[in-house]
């Protein structure tokens, strides 16, 4: 009876490091995500914040 539930053990610890090893080389494989450069309008001073039109619609959306 011992000898079953080691191996069963056994086999459960196998799966886990299967598993993990399955992710860890499918994180590996996918490509970071970039960000993308954002444009911003030729009159800018010291002021970082400028509102665009996203950012009114979402005001907008905040205010419903």
């Known amino acids: 009876m011992m ?3 080691e191996d069963k053990r056994r086999s459960f610890l196998k799966h886990i490091l299967a598993g993990t090893a399955a ?3 499918i994180a590996a494989i ?3 995500v970039k960000a993308k450069p954002v444009s911003t309008p030729n009159n800018v001073d010291e002021t970082l914040y400028y509102e ?3 950012f ?3 005001y907008k959306t905040l205010r419903s």
């Open 3 to 5: 000898k079953k539930e």
């Open 23 to 25: 992710v860890v080389g």
């Open 30 to 32: 996918v490509k970071p």
């Open 52 to 54: 665009s039109e996203n």
């Open 56 to 58: 009114k619609k979402y």
